[in-house]
């Protein structure tokens, strides 16, 4: 029976392995002292509070390059979320095949809704067709929302919405980047920016007059 220590976790999760045990603890698994976590026991706990335990139809709106690409996502499944449906308005991607699923017309998509139990939504449309598609979702049952369109969606209270936005993911890596060069620029003794604008100004680091005069 494989099993892993709270210190293991914690070093893997870069937490504290005391904070780690409390927080398990909430799920109602204590481990046993000197033994540590039953592996496959405390994957399933994890996975009943995610509500991963059960099957999640999911319908995906938008079948462009985006959405075929997640209808192609294998981590879907692994993770308890099948894709109950793809959904297009282009009347010519109906009927074919992405990832083995055939597209359905967008005129269906209360009815598939319906018929498949959906209660999450994923959009990938262009940003001008996000916010009906939205409101046809939320009226049609849907109640939780992943929102790739560079949009932000209006719900009612009640409707949980996700929104993915990769341009903001990248600027974010941009700031860890910017920051990075900064810190190597001081380990390396580099002149601060606001140094050497003083400098170019005829004044030296401390904002003194350079020690020799020009003739």
């Not at 210190?7 to 204590?30: H, I, M, P, Q, W």
Request: aromatic fraction near 6%.
């Amino acid at each position: 029976m494989p099993t892993v220590s709270s210190e293991e976790l914690a070093a893997a999760a870069g937490v504290n392995s005391a904070k780690l045990r409390k927080d398990f603890s909430y799920l109602g698994s204590y481990g046993t002292r000197g033994v540590g976590y039953d592996v496959e026991y405390l994957v399933y706990q994890i996975s009943r509070e995610l509500g991963l335990t059960q099957d999640w139809p999911v319908v995906i709106v938008g079948i462009g390059n985006l959405g075929a690409a997640l209808a192609n996502y294998g981590g879907f499944a692994s993770r308890g979320f099948r894709v109950a449906a793809l959904i297009d308005a282009d009347p010519a991607l109906a009927g074919k095949p992405v990832a083995g699923i055939p597209v359905r017309h967008s005129d269906d998509l209360e009815k598939i809704i319906q018929d498949n139990g959906v209660s999450i939504g994923v959009i990938a449309t262009p940003a001008g067709a996000a916010q009906q598609v939205c409101d046809r979702l939320v009226a049609a049952g849907v109640t939780s929302i992943l929102n790739f369109a560079p949009t932000v969606l209006s719900v009612p209270d009640g409707v949980d919405v996700r929104k993915v936005d990769l341009s903001i993911e990248l600027q974010i890596l941009a700031f860890h980047e910017q920051r990075k060069a900064g810190e190597e620029a001081a380990a390396d003794g580099a002149v601060p920016a606001t140094a050497a604008r003083k400098q170019s100004a005829g004044k030296g680091p401390d904002g003194d007059m350079p020690a020799v005069m020009p003739a």
